[in-house]
């Protein structure tokens, strides 16, 4: 088991930055991959970013190639997303997710989920 909690959403200019950070307890951190996923009002939960768990392999949605950077500090068992040069279509609630498995990450199908961070970009 492993329990997830997200912070740093907020408001924030189109153009502006963000740094979400995911906690995680329980099990081993170094043993998930994590992965960021949003959903916009009336629109399904897409994917947005995954790291695996010991090389840092990094995997991108388009639509945020370039303006995110997803990373993870194993030591402090936390995950960040950096969100630059954000966009009014940015704004989702942002949930953090993890798996032992990095294809059930990038996939959609992690075991396990925050309960999301809101963030909203104006224009």
């Known amino acids: 088991q492993v329990q997830l909690v997200e912070s740093g959403g907020g408001l924030v200019q189109a153009g502006g930055s963000l740094r979400l950070s995911c906690a995680a307890s329980g099990r081993t951190f170094s043993m998930y991959a994590m992965g960021w996923f949003r959903q916009a009002p009336g629109k399904e939960r897409e994917f947005v970013a995954a790291?695996?768990?010991?090389?840092?392999?990094?995997y991108y949605a388009d639509s945020v190639k370039g303006r995110f950077t997803i990373s993870r500090d194993n030591a402090k068992k936390t995950v960040y997303l950096q969100m630059n040069i954000l966009k009014p279509e940015d704004t989702a609630v942002y949930y953090c997710t993890a798996d032992d498995r990095y294809t059930n990450v990038i996939t959609g199908r992690p075991a396990y989920w925050g309960q999301g961070t809101q963030v909203t970009v104006s224009s």
């Open positions: 790291i695996t768990r010991n090389t840092g392999n990094t």
